[in-house]
């Protein structure tokens, strides 16, 4: 089992940044890709950055050159740094974690709303 919890979500201006962070618990030495995904108002979830264990990123073509993931595994988080925010870029925010040929187990998930 994994537990993920997101914080650091909230309101900010367009071209402002906020920093999510995923503290992590449970079987950490199994996980093999973290990742964040979104979810707007009537839209799919979706896919916004991931990194795997030998600290390899990637990213939505949306966020790119915007948003960073990184991680401390001395604290056991996992962050999303984002800058220069779009109203776009609204929706609710999900830390993930993969363990292959296990599944995946997901955080309750964290606010970000930009206005324009």
């Known amino acids: 089992q994994v537990q993920l919890v997101e914080s650091g979500g909230g309101l900010v201006q367009a071209g402002g940044s906020l920093r999510l962070s995923c503290a992590v618990s449970?079987?950490?030495?199994?996980?093999?890709?973290m990742g964040w995904y979104r979810q707007a108002p009537r839209k799919q979830r979706e896919l916004v950055a991931t990194?795997?264990?030998?600290?390899?990123?990637n990213y939505a073509d949306s966020v790119k050159g915007r948003f960073t993931i990184s991680r401390d595994s001395a604290k056991n988080t996992v962050y999303l740094q984002m800058n220069s925010l779009k109203p776009e870029d609204t929706a609710v925010y999900y830390c993930?974690?993969?363990?292959?040929?296990?599944?995946?187990?997901w955080g309750q998930g964290t606010q970000v709303t930009v206005s324009s």
């Open positions: 993930n974690a993969r363990i292959f040929a296990v599944g995946a187990y």
């Open positions: 449970g079987m950490i030495s199994s996980i093999n890709v």
């Open positions: 990194i795997s264990s030998d600290g390899s990123t």
